[in-house]
T-cell receptor, first 116, second 109 residues
């Protein structure tokens, strides 16, 4: 079964703790993305990676960090510096990217993070 | 900043009717994509239209793109209760997509 998995589905943390969200894909895609979605809102790009060991900040990278040590994996750490971390987090991948063409993205089921 | 803006924010129709959603954007794009999201789930890609295309069909979906007006529309024909979801347009520019806030579609049996 090919696809993107995110775990866990629900995550609860106390304020001040760092938390890492998992994203794994077996689609052999080069590019991976992290988005944040707040209620009634669209998706906002946090970080993306076009190749292993390289990643770029999106529109709202402050308070987040990522790593891309393997092609299949792109974990997101929500740090204690993120002011409003409670949100729905979505991971996606696409075959590859170039500066000229933006390909369709395949999404995981999401992780709902609640910080109290 | 969010590039695409969908209109209307919410749409309620009966099964069998057609549903039309619109998307406007601000800057040049290389393509425009539409996605569907069922409540609490990830997004599913529906259709991609390139900047040099004007219309595209996929099953019951019809997408138009007017680059002079920087707008797109998604038409779902003969809607079903299972079409109930949020629909997002996403504009492709460079390596990333920028998503709008979405249209919530409710199809009643």
């Amino acid at each position: 079964d090919g696809g993107i998995t995110q775990s866990p589905k629900y995550l609860f943390r106390k304020e001040g703790q760092n938390v890492t969200l998992s994203c794994e894909q077996n689609l052999n895609h080069d590019a991976m993305y992290w988005y944040r979605q707040d209620p009634g809102q669209g998706l906002r790009l946090i970080y993306y990676s076009q190749i292993v060991n390289d990643f770029q900040k999106g529109d709202i990278a402050e308070g987040y960090s990522v790593s891309r040590e393997k092609k299949e994996s792109f974990p997101l750490t929500v740090t204690s510096a993120q002011k409003n971390p409670t949100a729905f987090y979505l991971c996606a991948s696409s075959p590859w990217t170039s500066g000229h063409i933006t390909y369709e993205q395949y999404f995981g089921p999401g992780t709902r993070l609640t910080v109290t | 900043s969010q590039q695409g803006e969908e209109d209307p924010q919410a749409l309620s129709i009966q099964e069998g009717e057609n549903a039309t959603m619109n998307c406007s954007y601000k800057t040049s794009i290389n393509n425009l994509q539409w996605y569907r999201q069922n409540s609490g789930r990830g997004l599913v890609h529906l259709i991609l239209i390139r900047s040099n295309e004007r219309e595209k069909h996929s099953g019951r979906l019809r997408v138009t793109l007017d680059t002079s007006k920087k707008s797109s529309s998604l038409l779902i024909t003969a809607s079903r209760a299972a079409d109930t979801a949020s629909y997002f347009c996403a504009t492709g520019r460079g390596s990333t997509l920028t998503f709008g806030k979405g249209t919530m579609l409710l199809v009643s049996p």
